[in-house]
């Protein structure tokens, strides 16, 4: 009963928002080279931009900006709403460079920022964040700025991206909060796989996300899905490398919003720390995962390809070391296949407070190399059906 509900809601996410992009090929086009952008990646062109955004988001009916092929400079950029045109298209056919010294936004929290906009098409393009120079620092112990994001989308709806990709952010390549039916198609994401905390696309308090025919390869999760979030559809995704598709962390806050109603289907994890993963640190807190499915999963030598990790802490330094509030429950894994690459290939470590309830395992079959894999089960509930290999510890 529980996956009906969850194909349900996720599929009302992907139809509205479907519903909500209209084409714009008869809006009147901005180019940013007309309000003076400079292409070769060295005169800043973070006004020119701005002033182009200015006239199309004021422009009474559809509108365009345009970014010409070549590379251009861009220092930061604070594309804000609410606009009066009807539609806006962002059509991107070169380069975006961020500035070459950290410091510049590793403190700004983001690069290019999109706010209160509403019907909003972006295409194409190369976002290229320069975060090499930042990692080097962080890896050094020094103190360095946290980082900034590629691109994010804040209190945003009705949002198409297409065709788009970000390459070496700082830290988290995109990052949608606060917004509701945010579409991502055929988006690529690349980082290396020592790059600190550059996940790829991070959803939190935000309803009807969708994810489609993309790839990621990033140092951190390929795609996490934090506090707040609903209805989210994730499908053909290609995860590799990277810390997999993760809900979580969770429970960094005593009182925090759930995550409910989550789909992902049809991806391929390779040689990923994870596969997929649900994850909340040792501490109390008001939150919840639910109804969840994890659907037609390919694993391709995977550390973890699935687990739910209720004790998390990634650097083992500074625990909290109690029992999880977050409350998950109704969780399905569904056609899950492959090579784990290590011996525990399924491994549930729930709270003991709040023990996992109704995890539904059915059609897996992980090998760990020409071995026997193992599961592992902690406070965790719930039933098998059909072939399950590692043999179920529910």
């Known amino acids: 009963m529980a996956a009906k509900t969850i194909i349900s809601f996720s599929s009302l996410a992907l139809t ?8 714009t090929s008869y809006a009147a086009q901005y180019n940013v080279a007309s309000f003076g952008a400079t292409a070769g990646g060295r005169t800043d062109s973070s006004n020119a931009f701005l002033r182009a955004w200015a006239s199309a988001c004021s422009s009474t009916g559809p509108s365009t900006v345009y ?13 804000n709403g609410p606009c009066r045109s009807s539609s806006i ?8 460079l961020a500035p070459s010294n950290y410091m510049v936004i590793g403190n700004s929290g983001n690069w290019i920022i999109f706010r209160q906009v509403s019907r909003l098409n972006v295409y194409g393009g190369i976002l290229n964040g320069r975060g090499p120079s930042l990692w080097a620092c962080k890896a050094t112990g020094k103190s360095c700025p946290i980082g900034a994001t590629n691109l994010q989308f804040s209190n945003s709806n009705n949002v198409l991206v297409s065709g788009l990709r970000s390459v070496n952010s700082q830290m988290f390549h995109i990052v949608v909060s606060g917004s509701r039916n945010v579409k991502f198609q055929s988006i690529k994401i690349s980082a290396p796989e020592t790059s600190p905390n550059t996940d790829g696309i991070h ?3 935000s309803m009807g996300i969708t994810v489609l025919n993309s790839m990621m390869g990033t140092g951190d999760d390929c795609i996490s899905i934090g ?13 590799g490398p990277g810390h997999g598709i993760s809900i979580g962390s969770l429970g960094k806050d005593s009182i925090e919003q759930g995550v ?9 994890f390779t040689d990923t720390q994870n596969g997929v993963r649900i994850k909340s640190w040792a501490r109390p807190s008001t939150g919840f995962v639910r109804n969840i499915l994890f659907q037609h999963a390919a694993m391709k030598d995977v550390q973890n390809p699935i687990i739910i990790d209720q004790n998390y802490c990634p650097s083992n330094n500074g625990c909290p070391n109690k029992a999880s509030g ?3 429950t109704d969780v399905a894994y569904r056609d899950i296949h492959g090579t784990s690459a290590t011996e525990v290939a399924v491994k549930f470590d729930c709270s003991s407070m709040n023990p996992c309830k ?6 897996v079959k992980l090998t760990y190399g020409n071995k026997v894999a193992r599961a592992s089960c902690t406070n965790a509930r719930g039933r098998a059906s059909g072939f399950v290999q590692p043999s179920s510890c529910l």
Request: charged share 15%; glycine share 4%; hydrophobic share 45%.
């Open 16 to 23: 509205m928002t479907l519903i909500a992009i209209s084409p």
């Open 358 to 363: 109704n995890i539904n395992l059915q059609n």
């Open 67 to 79: 970014i010409p092929k070549g590379t251009f400079y861009v220092k930061s950029a604070a594309f």
């Open 203 to 205: 959803i939190e308090h």
């Open 89 to 96: 298209t962002f059509r991107i056919d070169g380069t975006l």
């Open 227 to 239: 506090p707040g979030a609903s209805n989210i559809w994730v499908e053909n995704v290609a995860c």
């Open 326 to 328: 977050i409350k998950i």
């Open 260 to 268: 409910q109603n989550v789909t992902v289907k049809t991806v391929t």
